[in-house]
């Protein structure tokens, strides 16, 4: 038989672990892509989104320097047309000071004055224009004095009039379209923390992990911006926390699998383990039992002959002496080849046991009997303690023979004296016969003394526990061999009540 074969095939388990873990490994790379994805996403749309803040407050200051522009052309028409209309009004009949404050009062001027060609001047309301009153080159709008724009229209007489306009609105659209009201104003956008000039005395990581500055140059001025991450990190977080969620269950599932495969595995070997060795020793018995038969058609008549010869020689030679001593030998050793030869044949034979009711304490108390004057001889002290009162389905004789073999083997690992004790019990829906004995000299593998040929004494075939386990197996039974304490040796026998009945279906 292949040994290597069973071996060779627990691997299944293995390939399911390593399938559980490359799954595992998976999902972790997964989670690492999309990790690295969003990553990419958020750099991307924060590059999306500085570029969106620029464009935004490029855009607000364009359309702010177009307001203005527009309402500078507003203003200047409008005062120009006022600047005519006084011009016609003064060349009509000219203003007085007075008419001049309250025309101005009348429509939200901050003052107007009319200068004559030779620097005669009429103004209100008085002190508006301050010791400064010359007519200027063209007819834009002079910031001459603070809170107010001045306007000079050239009067076509010569001359010009001058007209003061408040700043106050143009100031207003000014700060509407100034870089902080448009940061103000863009900071409220979804996903930005803070959008600011930056202040060197701030200290901006107060904002925390969830923030990520940027900074950008607008107008010459250094602007941050905070962009808030937390969905990123959010998501971010869900992924690993779905990640170990999932490796957690695949681990899970994977080694409890992995466990059943393995324990399923194990007893399988086990089984095919155990078919491979009866059918081994199912073998070796075939060819035993050849041999067996070989041996007793060839060897068993020639030490019949033999013996009879030597017994020949014992009565008719009248030997003496050192003769009769060598024929004495010569006779105990053809007697121990016969012993071996007879032992190899019991065990070759198959055992069918005739099932009959027996009592097994009857048998023991009978075998011990039997072997007493041996373990007086021996001085071995016996010790038996029935415990098992009623009757078994077995073969007596073949009880009697395994009991017998087991006790004669306890006398023999005690030649200089020791003791015995057998203990007969109910286990287990049978009957537990336990033998103990002293004199056990330790195997390196006490589990084989009930092999064939595998003996630890100096002589002996080593049939005799290989011819009990045989027996007790064919009474469905178990015989096991173990060392209870160091040079004491256990033998436990169990049988059930009813081995030979056949199961009613």
């Known amino acids: 038989m292949n040994e290597e074969g069973p071996a060779n095939k627990a691997w299944f388990w293995k390939v399911n672990l390593l399938a559980f873990g490359l799954i595992t490994v998976a999902v972790l790379f997964y989670s690492l892509g999309q990790v690295y994805y969003l990553r990419q996403t958020l750099e991307s749309h924060l590059r999306d989104n500085r570029q969106m803040v620029l464009n935004a407050v490029n855009r607000q200051t364009e359309l702010g320097f177009l307001a203005e522009d527009a309402l500078n052309n507003t203003i200047l028409l409008f005062l120009g047309n006022t600047a005519r209309f006084l011009n016609f009004l003064h060349e009509v009949e000219p203003f ?52 107010f724009f001045l306007h000079s229209w050239p009067r076509p007489q010569g001359g010009c009039v001058l007209i003061g306009y408040p700043d106050s609105r143009l100031q207003k659209l000014q700060e509407q379209f ?102 081994a020793r199912e073998q070796e018995d075939a060819a035993l039992g050849r041999a067996a038969a070989t041996i007793a058609h060839e060897v068993r008549n020639p030490l019949n002959a033999i013996g009879l010869g030597l017994q020949r020689i014992d009565l008719e030679a009248n030997l003496d002496g050192e003769h009769k001593a060598l024929l004495t030998a ?17 065990y070759s034979l198959p055992i069918a046991p005739r099932y009959a009711p027996v009592e097994v304490d009857k048998i023991l108390a009978q075998q011990l009997l039997l072997r007493s004057p041996q373990c007086e001889k021996e001085n071995i002290k016996v010790d038996f303690l029935p415990g098992y009162q009623g009757e078994v389905a077995a073969d007596a004789d073949l009880l009697a023979q395994l009991f017998d073999n087991i006790i004669k083997n306890a006398i023999e690992a005690q030649p200089e004296g020791g003791w015995l004790r057998v203990v007969s019990s109910r286990e287990n829906g049978g009957v537990l016969v336990i033998c103990d004995n002293d004199g056990f000299a330790k195997s390196d593998d006490i589990t084989r003394l009930a092999e064939p040929y595998f003996t630890g004494k100096t002589r002996g075939s080593g049939l005799g526990l290989a011819i009990c386990a045989k027996i007790v197996e064919s009474h469905h039974g178990t015989l096991s061999l173990q060392e209870v304490q160091e040079g004491v040796l256990q033998v436990r026998v169990w049988l059930p009540v009813n081995a030979g009945i056949s199961p009613v279906h």
């Open 96 to 147: 007085h000071n007075q008419e001049l404050a309250s025309f101005a009062d009348e429509n939200g001027l901050a003052g107007v004055a009319i200068i004559e060609p030779g620097q005669e001047m009429v103004s209100g309301p008085q002190g508006w224009l301050g010791a400064e009153h010359s007519c200027g080159q063209n007819g834009d709008l002079l910031s001459k004095a603070p809170g």
């Open 330 to 346: 010569m006779g105990k050793a053809m007697q121990r080849t016969n012993t071996i030869i007879e032992g190899l044949l019991r």
């Open 178 to 279: 100034s870089l902080p009201s448009i940061l103000a104003f863009l900071s409220s956008a979804p996903e930005i923390a803070f959008l600011e000039i930056a202040d060197p005395h701030r200290d901006y990581s107060a904002f925390g992990p969830d923030v990520a500055r940027q900074e950008i140059d607008i107008q010459g001025q250094t602007v941050v911006i905070g962009f808030d991450t937390e969905r990123y990190r959010q998501r971010v977080k869900g992924i690993w926390q779905s990640f170990f969620l999932y490796a957690s269950f695949f681990a899970g599932f994977g080694l409890l699998l992995t466990y059943i495969l393995y324990r399923f595995q194990r007893q399988h070997l086990v089984e095919i383990t155990r078919y491979e060795r009866e059918l």
